[in-house]
């Protein structure tokens, strides 16, 4: 008797699968094609690669030497317009744009054709698993609907926290009495201890004060200490050669190298025992930062906002410990918050005063708009440093968005079509014409070449000029923060901090020089940018140096 498995009948079930494959693809061409014509579209430019599915593009990409961002992505939307195509392993092409107006309907106008999808969750999900950042749909509002109390006005607008941490920041730049200037210093190193400091009290309550541990001889958390095993780890002083930051970073690298693996971005994990160790780090920080939290047991209780009303302090851990119980999801909420909150505000400010470093004229120029704004830095002044004089000190915010424009801290992005979908411009041959984007079909969009565009930015779009912004209104040119109902949430409490530490700053040191000036500016690309080579200066203490 013959059994139904015979390899003839196995013969024909497959042919019979390719054969319904590809009928099942040719009309879903022909649907696509019609849906691109009744909508007036074009195709866009397609980058030609020389082998198939662009394999010597990854190749080429993978060994690329040069700057990723100057000579790679800025150089082909230069070469191919605003909006054009690309071939990739398995799957279609990707529509690479620098657009305004089809980046404003990604991320707005057509948010609901949109997700941000696997592409980027995959690579990402052994170090910070699920959360706001890799979520779409109902996990993804809700995650949003817990963070967003944290970022009301009050809780962002009292600034006698931060000064703690800043003091604690200036600490660690002592100056020399009677020269009165500063040792070379680093300053990246310490702006990324603060915004961790900060971010680690403002979003769970307890300070890791890696600025203080980092300064304090080395402990190994003998009983005379407070130190607990998670601030030892926040500064690298837990008898492993590793601090929470340097693993965090070394994590974020090997990720942002297997993003250009594309579908073998798992090859990284499964052959790099050091990326490995680096994420398991994390998550041990991440579980004894929870567990000493949850011991300490802080009671909530009313918080003096600065026009003297109280208010209930709201703590995030809190809010998501009333949620789960499941500690591998409090740590996934724990690190994607960490990560949208740590590297960012640290490279706006490292980039900030690299920038400074190498331009006197606007330094000299903020300085004296923030003596005139804020004081010099007495105590009597210390009434002038509140949230909305922060704000309204005009040539502070150009100077951070001049920043955020030459070096937009998240330079480059994606999101996956939900259903067939149309852009409004790039196609054809002059680029006006809409393009037809296919369900499941990649988008990415480069703001780091947005930001550069000099039919957008004008001749000097390369230079760093904060006197451009008088007068211009802010649209989708400029997006470092991204827009529409996925904009990002700690906008304001970034730009707070930010501005707080540059006032700061300047009101105490009167100049300030590069360590060196000759070397050309290199970035650190990881899933943020940053400098390469930190920002290595010396300060001159306000009135004493010469
Ligand atoms: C200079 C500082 C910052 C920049 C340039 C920045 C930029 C961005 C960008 C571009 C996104 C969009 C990501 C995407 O949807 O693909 C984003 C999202 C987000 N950011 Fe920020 N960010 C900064 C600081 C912060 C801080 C300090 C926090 C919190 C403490 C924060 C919390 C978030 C959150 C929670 C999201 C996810 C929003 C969502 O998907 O609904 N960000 N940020
Ligand atoms: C175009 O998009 C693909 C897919 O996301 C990406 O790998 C590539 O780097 C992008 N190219 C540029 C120049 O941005
Ligand atoms: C962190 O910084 C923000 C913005 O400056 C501020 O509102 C908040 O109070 C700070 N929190 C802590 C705990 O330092
Ligand atoms: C820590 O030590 C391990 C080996 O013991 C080494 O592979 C790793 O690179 C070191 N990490 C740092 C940050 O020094």
Redesign the pocket.
Known sequence: MDSVLTIRNLFFAGVSFVIFYAFRSVLDNRRFKKFARENGCEDPPLFKDKLPWGIDTIYKLITFKGDLLDDWVCKQYYELGATWKGNVLFGDQVINTSDPQNIQTILGVKFKDFE?GEK?HRPIRYLIGNG??TSDGPT?SH??AI?RPQ?MREHISNLEATERHMQNLLKAIPADPTSGWCDEIDLQPLFFRL?MDN?TE??FGTSVDSQLTAMAPATTGDAQTVQTRATLMAAGKSGENYSFGEAFTTAQDYISWSFRFQQFYWLIHLFSTKYRRACQFCHRFADYFIEENFRQHKEKKPEKSNSGETYEKYVLLEALAEETQNRKELREHLL??LL???D??A??LSWTFLLLSRHPHVWARLRKEIIRDFGAGSSADKELLTFHRLKSCTYLQHVLYEA?RLY???PA?HRRATADTVLPVGGGADGTKPVAVRKGQVVAYS?YAMHRRTDIWGDDAAEFRPERWQGRKLDWSF????GG???????Q???T??SYVVVRILQRFDKIEPVDSSTPIEKFLSLTISPANGVKVRLGLAGRSQ
């Open positions: 941000i980027r706001i950042f993804w995650a949003r963070m970022f915004t971010a403002f979003l994607q918050i949208a909150g740590r960012t505000t490279s706006l955020l937009p801290v998240i992005n703001v997006l470092p923060f991204n109902p996925r904009i990002c949430l700690g906008q409490f970034a730009l901090l930010a």
